[in-house]
């Protein structure tokens, strides 16, 4: 099998697992992350592998409908990086409120706050 076959297979596998939803448990979404990852990782070993001087016409032509998938594939990434990041800072917020909540005297106050008129 040639490395563009190889190539288009482990892409489309690829866009496949991102096709499915993001796992609501922290668990399995470490492990759909995991899997992403090798995937990525396993796909740049590939292309660092393709000599773009001896590709045959049914190899670029493979090519062409690699790359259309590819910007199938990074939108779809895009979007889980997205929700992804969206999920940290939802829990940074958490961890914020939490954190007043358990001791609300910790920082500074807008309460007791002494504005000198003169300005000195």
Same mark, same amino acid.
């Given at each position: 099998? *040639?490395?563009? =076959?190889?190539?288009? #297979?482990?892409?489309? *596998?690829?866009?496949?697992?991102? %096709?499915?939803? /993001?796992?609501?448990?922290?668990? *399995?979404?470490?492990?759909?992350?995991?899997? #992403?990852?090798? =995937? /990525?990782?396993? @796909?740049?070993?590939?292309?660092?592998?393709? %000599?773009?001087?001896?590709?045959?016409?049914?190899?670029?032509?493979?090519?062409?409908?690699? #790359?259309?998938?590819?910007?199938?594939?990074?939108? @779809?990434? %895009?979007?889980?990086?997205?929700? #992804?990041?969206?999920?940290? *800072?939802? /829990?940074?917020?958490?961890?914020?409120?939490?954190? =007043?909540? %358990?001791?609300?005297?910790?920082?500074?106050?807008?309460?007791?706050?002494?504005?000198? =008129?003169?300005?000195?």
């Amino acid at each position: 099998m *040639s490395v563009v =076959k190889e190539l288009y #297979i482990a892409t489309q *596998s690829l866009y496949e697992h991102t %096709e499915k939803p /993001l796992p609501k448990e922290d668990d *399995s979404r470490d492990q759909f992350i995991a899997i #992403i990852d090798l =995937k /990525l990782e396993y @796909r740049a070993a590939l292309i660092e592998q393709i %000599e773009r001087e001896n590709l045959t016409a049914g190899e670029k032509k493979l090519g062409d409908e690699l #790359i259309k998938l590819n910007t199938k594939l990074n939108a @779809r990434l %895009e979007v889980i990086q997205a929700k #992804i990041q969206a999920n940290l *800072s939802e /829990l940074k917020v958490k961890k914020q409120t939490h954190k =007043k909540y %358990e001791n609300p005297y910790d920082g500074p106050t807008t309460d007791g706050v002494f504005f000198d =008129k003169r300005g000195v």
